[in-house]
């Protein structure tokens, strides 16, 4: 089962900050999170592992809700280098493969 | 430096011919994959293989074959049967799920378009 991630979309000025969250109607375990650039491959950003936790990097962190089986992702004081289109993934069949979002188109306009 | 090599970067097949991917990588890695993203898609998972000289069918297998004879190489082929191959291709691996928690290192991709 595919999670779902909202927003679709989402249109910043650089220095604005923005959320997008990743659901599942099964039980979550864990989530991944990419970003990938147009025309490039996805790049690997983060793993959340158990509920509540809570990661960053540079200044993009995100939060995983295993009870509300869901992930939030964070992007504060975004730049533009942080264009792109993010994805959450969700392990299925044992964790052996990773199902992936529908993906959320970022822009950041300077 | 470590990574994953896809080739060729742009591909263009006749209908009905085949063709075939290349995905090389030198991490290591036990796990690879195969996953197929069409314009403003997600993506979706073709074949994956844990170990040498085994896969298992994604959610899209059908039209698509794979190998995995050495542990480096994942080659994807293409066949005509299936009917809409024109899409951006990415190859990816990993250290299996079991062994902890370890991101998908991706390829840069291979657009096949059909002519």
């Known amino acids: 089962q595919q999670p779902v991630q909202s927003p679709q979309a989402v249109i910043l000025r650089e220095g604005e900050d923005a959320v997008i969250n990743c659901s599942s109607s099964?039980?979550?375990?864990?989530v991944h999170w990419y970003r990938q650039k147009h025309g490039e491959a996805p790049v690997f950003l983060m793993i959340?592992?158990?509920?509540?936790e809570q990661k960053g990097h540079e200044k993009i962190s995100a939060s995983f809700n295993e009870k509300k089986q869901q992930s939030s992702l964070y992007l504060t004081a975004s730049q533009l280098s942080y264009s792109g289109t993010y994805f959450c993934?969700?392990?299925?069949?044992?964790?052996?493969?990773?199902?992936f979002g529908q993906g959320t188109r970022l822009t950041i306009n300077p | 430096d470590g990574g994953i090599t896809q080739s060729p970067k742009y591909l263009f097949r006749k209908e009905g011919q085949n063709v075939t991917l290349s995905c090389e990588q030198n991490?290591?890695?036990?796990?690879m994959y195969w996953y197929r993203q069409d314009p403003g898609q997600g993506l979706r998972l073709i074949y994956y293989?844990?170990?040498?000289?085994?896969?298992q069918k994604g959610d899209i297998a059908e039209g698509y074959s794979v190998s995995r004879e050495k542990k480096e190489s994942f080659p994807l082929t293409v066949t005509s049967a299936q009917k809409n191959p024109t899409a951006f291709y990415l190859c990816?691996?990993?250290?299996?799920?079991?062994?902890?928690?370890?991101?998908?290192?991706f390829g840069s991709g291979t657009r096949l378009t059909v002519v």
């Open positions: 099964k039980a979550l375990y864990s």
């Open positions: 990816a691996s990993s250290i299996p799920s079991g062994q902890g928690a370890h991101g998908y290192t």
């Open positions: 991490l290591n890695h036990d796990a």
């Open positions: 293989s844990q170990i040498v000289n085994d896969f």
């Open positions: 993934g969700t392990p299925d069949q044992g964790a052996q493969k990773l199902v």
């Open positions: 959340l592992l158990k509920g509540g």
